[in-house]
């Protein structure tokens, strides 16, 4: 059994204090890192619930978790974004470092819960947790955050782009359940994809950053 | 055997699809973005498609991940159309309308198809999944090779990336077709003109977007 409501009033209580003595970016950051808590502890709920109606309708659990819980979850933690494009009209770079801090709180949460059920003992375990599950809740948020910060303010286009940007980050998200849920080799290529996903995405980052900066000079 | 073939063919998607979106992702520009995208999430589709068959040796029946990935494609696609339609004056939307009506043909195909496919297997849920996106993507690159070029002002038009767009929804309807029919040589040879049609989309994106891209 995990108290994952316990575990949360633990992580978001000190959180909570920051958000109302900070000020401007910090603030926001930390705000949404809060939401991604809560759309962690949200997400339990709602994969409690389909889970329960998939396995009575004669889904394993495997695939439960490999095919509905990723898009539950991608769905939850976009929403604290829309929420924050909707009313605030932030910037585009505001829109990515928010859809982060989301991630980051998810991840936050997640691994909390995962350590509280079964013990910090194992440092592999640890670590394992940390940067393969951590950083793909991380990428799945970079995803979300680039993606809706560039079809920010488009009519039409923020429509059908936050679907493509779900759908992206969803199928991702599945792709390193399925390879974790695996046994032998797969499990380890689970581990390994978010850090080397991580790597090709930060390189691509520098790279396009370098002629950006080209074109400028 | 066929599950080989089928297999082999997946491998030249991921190799040519990265290879797209590698060179989408080097020239920047919203186009390239979104094809960049596009590509991305047909290349995860097709990889959690591969993944799946090794580790658990079957496909899942009903819906699956794979699925939300190529509907992600088809959004991504529509976004650009989306876009370009975005950049219309009210003189060129007027200069459209004619081809409002012609255009429609396009979306009614994919309704009927769907219905069709509905009809034969069953499957409400993934039919109007896939229907939607798709029939207002023929919709949009219809109407846009029908009139992109003339009407939007855009030169040199990019009337072949818009073929290229609909001859994918329509390599994708018939690859639904192949497996209604139950026909494997038919889905292998749509699913295998779906990823070389992708990079013709690329080929005539880039022929074009010094025109189309700010």
């Known amino acids: 059994m995990i108290y994952s409501e316990n575990i949360f009033v633990c992580l978001a209580a000190p959180l909570l204090i920051a958000v109302f003595l900070l000020e401007g970016d910090t603030r926001r950051f930390i705000g949404f890192f809060l939401l991604g808590l809560t759309a962690c502890l949200l997400a339990g709920y709602c994969n409690g619930y389909i889970e329960q109606f998939a396995v009575g309708n004669g889904l394993g659990e495997t695939q439960f978790v490999i095919q509905f819980a990723p898009v539950c979850e991608e769905i939850l933690k976009a929403l604290p974004v829309f929420f924050y494009m909707a009313v605030f009209e932030p910037k585009r770079r505001g829109i990515v470092s928010c859809a982060l801090a989301v991630g980051l709180g998810f991840a936050t949460q997640e691994n909390v819960g995962y350590i509280a059920y079964y013990g910090a003992g194992e440092l592999p375990f640890a670590l394992v947790r940390g940067f393969s599950a951590g950083i793909m809740h991380a990428i799945c948020a970079a995803i979300l955050g680039y993606g809706l910060s560039f079809v920010y303010r488009r009519r039409w286009l923020e429509i059908t782009g936050s679907f493509a940007v779900i759908c992206a980050a969803a199928t991702f998200h599945a792709t390193y359940n399925l390879l974790v849920s695996a046994e032998g080799a797969w499990r380890g290529l689970g581990y390994i994809l978010p850090v080397v996903a991580a790597a090709v995405i930060l390189l691509f980052v520098r790279q396009a950053g370098k002629a950006t900066s080209g074109r400028r000079e | ?214």
């Open chain 2, 1 to 214: 055997m066929t599950e080989t073939v089928h297999l082999i063919n997946q491998f030249i998607q991921i190799a040519c699809l990265s290879a797209a979106a590698v060179l989408a992702a080097r020239r920047r520009g919203w186009l390239f973005r979104l094809l960049a995208g596009a590509f991305g999430c047909y290349l995860l589709g097709d990889v959690f498609y591969m993944l799946h068959i090794w580790i658990y040796g079957q496909f899942p029946s009903g819906f699956s991940v794979a699925y939300l990935s190529y509907i992600g494609t088809y959004f991504f696609l529509l976004s650009i159309d989306l876009w370009l339609a975005g950049e219309w004056t009210d003189e060129q939307k007027k200069a459209l309308r004619p081809y409002r009506k012609v255009s429609l043909a396009a979306p009614a195909a994919v309704i009927v198809l769907h219905c069709v496919y509905y009809i034969r297997d069953g499957g409400f849920f993934i039919n109007l999944l896939f229907c939607v996106p798709l029939s207002f993507l023929a919709y949009y690159s219809l109407l846009m090779l029908l009139a992109g070029g003339v009407e939007s002002g855009l030169e040199p038009p990019p009337r072949q990336y818009h073929g290229a767009v609909l001859f994918y929804v329509l390599a994708e309807n018939m690859m639904f077709l192949g497996s209604s029919l139950g026909s494997d040589a038919m889905y292998i040879a749509f699913d295998l003109m779906m990823s070389f049609t992708m990079l013709l989309m690329y080929r005539a994106a880039a022929k074009g977007a010094g025109a189309i891209e700010n």
